[in-house]
């Protein structure tokens, strides 16, 4: 049974930062494209992170240089470090397992608020 378990979320003043986490288990973990989504109130799911199986990384622009994604195959795990947050970093951040030509994987979730 494939699971996606993120975790680290929480309430945060701007400027502050957290670090989010994400357990996969259930899937050959080292095979798979890793990502991280989210989806504030009344807006679309949107790519925020993803970390190819070699390591290569991409970011929304409107995080490039805020937040950093991170993996380690023998821990099964991707992360997320967020740091300089603002108020439009509130949402829902979801954990991703993509394998080419397959529908991807979802974890449950892990609200991030960000104010004051």
């Known amino acids: 049974q494939v699971q996606l378990v993120e975790s680290g979320g929480g309430l945060v003043q701007p400027g502050g930062s957290l670090r989010l986490s994400c357990a996969g288990s259930?899937?050959?973990?080292?095979?798979?494209?890793m990502g991280w989504y989210r989806q504030a109130p009344g807006k679309q799911r949107e790519l925020v992170a993803a970390?190819?199986?070699?390591?290569?990384?991409n970011y929304a622009d409107s995080v490039k240089g805020r937040f950093t994604i991170s993996r380690d195959n023998a821990k099964k795990s991707v992360y997320l470090q967020m740091s300089s947050l603002i108020p439009e970093d509130t949402a829902v951040y979801y954990c991703?397992?993509?394998?080419?030509?397959?529908?991807?994987?979802w974890g449950q979730g892990t609200q991030v608020t960000v104010s004051s």
């Open positions: 991703s397992a993509l394998l080419t030509g397959m529908d991807p994987y």
């Open positions: 259930g899937f050959i973990f080292r095979l798979y494209t």
């Open positions: 970390v190819t199986t070699g390591g290569q990384t």
